[in-house]
């Protein structure tokens, strides 16, 4: 079946440590993104990548960063600069830009 | 710039009650819209979608009718389950420019046997 994963589940991050959520889709779509989900609000955008080797800033890139050398792949990682990463993770993807968007069972991001 | 408005929840109602949640957008152009559910620790799954004015999206019983005079895009089913319960989010993409999905805030609806 197709679809997207993404890995961990649940993650536990230490002051000061960078960590890294895993997204893999096999849909062969050009186009994913990265969201974050705070309780009671929508999402946001953080970035986005419409083909391989390419990437763009959302609204709250701040903190995070992101690679997209492989279509399949779009790992994003939570550095030490990310004051409140606490939140829900989301991973999409869409056959091709502005495309409809298809996500992942995202990743829970806690704080230790 | 863009923005989407949904009623505020939680809604709660008892189960094969009739459902309305309402979805008001802002958008410079003409967006597609969009419905999305997600089911507790779940991520998001797309309910339905309609790219154009007057466009009726449906499925799994959820109908939603893009109304450009209104600019509304309002979620109704006729008879709610108990496994309808969930978090209900409007979201709209414009076609042109920067544009990604904007979503609203979520409307949660809990039914009741």
């Known amino acids: 079946d197709g679809g997207i994963t993404q890995s961990p589940k649940y993650l536990f991050r230490k002051e000061g440590q960078n960590v890294t959520l895993s997204c893999e889709q096999n849909?062969?779509?050009?186009?994913m993104y990265w969201y974050r989900q705070d309780p009671g609000q929508g999402l946001r955008l953080i970035y986005y990548?419409?083909?391989?080797?390419?990437?763009q800033k959302g609204d709250i890139a701040e903190g995070y960063s992101v690679s997209r050398e492989k279509k399949e792949s779009f790992p994003l990682t939570v550095t030490s600069a990310q004051k409140n990463p606490t939140a829900f993770y989301l991973c999409?993807?869409?056959?091709?830009?502005?495309?409809?968007?298809?996500f992942g069972p995202g990743t829970r991001l806690l704080v230790l | 710039g863009d923005s989407v408005t949904q009623m505020e929840g939680p809604v709660t109602l008892s189960e094969e009650a009739f459902l309305t949640i309402n979805c008001t957008y802002t958008?410079?152009?003409?967006?597609?819209l969009f419905w999305y559910v997600q089911y507790p620790g779940e991520g998001l799954q797309l309910l339905l979608k309609?790219?154009?004015?007057?466009d009726k999206g449906s499925n799994k019983g959820f109908e939603a009718t893009y109304r450009k005079e209104t600019t509304s895009f309002h979620l109704e089913k006729g008879s709610v389950q108990v496994s309808d319960s969930a978090v209900y989010f409007c979201?709209?993409?414009?076609?042109?420019?920067?544009?990604?999905?904007?979503f609203g805030k979520g409307t949660m609806l809990l039914v009741s046997p």
């Open positions: 999409a993807s869409s056959r091709g830009y502005q495309e409809t968007q298809y």
């Open positions: 849909l062969n779509h050009d186009a």
């Open positions: 990548s419409q083909i391989v080797n390419d990437f």
């Open positions: 958008a410079t152009g003409y967006p597609s």
């Open positions: 309609a790219t154009k004015a007057d």
């Open positions: 979201a709209l993409s414009e076609a042109s420019g920067y544009s990604t999905l904007t």
